[in-house]
């Protein structure tokens, strides 16, 4: 049996992290802002989950939504929840400019354009782990 990469300790940045979910900031060198929430059990499916977890999981996918919104102002957000090379609950939250490698299709795809990622800088990085604990902290409690 091998073992999943989503229930051991993560190698990405960790913006955020309770006892149920963690928000990390991938190393993806075309899309550096690129965002996964994580659940921390070893769950497939959203419909595995009760429906208070449900609305748990969501609240931060949103709430990492709206902080990757503030900070990087991207032209359109893409929210994925796959799991088919790894079947454990995570939702991707990839901010989406015009000019990036993929756009308009997806970034799993082929490129449709030579393009260069600015990594983020520091202060962008600084201000995303600010925003992000901010937001998913008020969306979790009300």
Request: net charge negative; with cysteine; hydrophobic share 40%.
């Amino acid at each position: 049996m091998t073992t999943c990469a989503l229930c051991l300790p993560t190698p990405h940045d960790l913006l955020w992290q309770d006892d149920f979910c963690r928000v990390v900031l991938l190393h993806d060198a075309d899309y550096p802002a690129y965002c996964r929430v994580e659940l921390l059990a070893h769950v497939k499916e959203m419909t595995d989950l009760p429906p208070a977890a449900r609305a748990r999981t969501m609240k931060v996918v949103f709430a990492v939504e709206t902080a990757l919104r503030e900070v990087i102002q991207p032209d359109k957000i893409n929210l994925a929840s796959l799991g088919n090379k790894t079947p454990h609950l995570h939702w991707h939250i990839l901010p989406r400019f015009e000019e990036d490698k993929h756009f308009p299709n997806s970034h799993w795809g082929s490129a449709v354009r030579d393009s260069e990622s600015q990594p983020l800088k520091q202060d962008q990085r600084d201000r995303l782990q600010q925003l992000v604990v901010e937001r998913v902290e008020c969306a979790l409690n009300s």
